[in-house]
């Protein structure tokens, strides 16, 4: 079963700097990467598959790397918007695996 | 419009069932493989369970293994999940999840119904 872990647990930025949150999968899991956006109340929304694929109507702020066990998601000039969890998730094999989070605050 | 909408939740003693629905319109439901994932309050997600297009596949959270059981019926567009021997730690709202066009990713979620397990 692969474990998957973000860090940081809680990224504190400004708006309009950088913002860059890790994955790392426990073993490979090649490109099936996911980056999902969740505000409270609100159902996840994917962001980035194929570990850098943007989804549709994902504003090029967003952007993924990586490959095999070591990922990340960059946010290039945080919006307001933006302020939020972010969980990355590998759909390589099963069980499928979320990580445990980053929130990303003001 | 694509809509999932998760139903049946609601408050459970420990020990009982319960089984939850996710009606999906907008897309030929027959045509997709579906997701539960569970987010237990103020936690992260936990994938739950898959089921094939065609229902003959299934796998499940290690965890969940022989208590929870997913199913289909493409004839009225709905997905379940059968609960049983619920436990404290099964309450989170319960969310159906289909994966996107091109990719196993899940691009389309429901908002979720709330199971609360408790005496």
């Known amino acids: 079963e692969i474990v998957m872990t973000q860090s940081p647990g809680t990224l504190s930025v400004s708006p309009g700097e950088r913002a860059t949150l890790s994955c790392r999968a426990s073993q490979s899991v090649g490109s099936k990467l996911a980056w999902y956006q969740q505000k409270p109340g609100q159902a996840p929304r994917l962001l980035i598959y194929?570990?850098?694929t943007r989804a549709s109507d994902i504003p090029a702020r967003f952007s993924g790397g990586g490959y095999g066990t070591e990922f990340t998601l960059t946010i290039s000039s945080l919006q307001s918007e933006d302020f939020a969890v972010y969980y990355c998730q590998h759909y390589n094999n099963w069980p499928f695996a979320f990580g445990g989070g980053t929130k990303v605050e003001i | 419009q694509v809509l999932l909408v998760e139903s049946g939740g609601g408050v459970v003693q420990p020990g009982r069932s319960l089984t939850l629905s996710c009606e999906v319109s907008?897309?030929?439901?027959?045509?997709?493989?579906m997701h539960w994932v569970r987010q237990p309050p103020g936690k992260g997600l936990e994938w739950v369970a898959f089921?094939?297009?065609?229902?003959?596949?299934?796998y499940y959270a290690e965890s969940l293994k022989g208590r929870f059981t997913i199913s289909r019926d493409n004839s009225k567009n709905t997905l379940y999940l059968q609960m049983t021997s619920l436990r404290t730690d099964d309450a989170a709202v319960y969310s159906c999840?289909?994966?996107?066009?091109?990719?196993?990713?899940?691009?389309?979620w429901g908002r979720g119904t709330m199971v609360t397990v408790s005496s």
């Open positions: 194929g570990a850098s």
């Open positions: 999840a289909r994966p996107g066009e091109f990719t196993d990713a899940f691009d389309i």
């Open positions: 089921i094939s297009s065609d229902g003959t596949k299934k």
């Open positions: 907008g897309f030929t439901f027959r045509r997709y493989s």
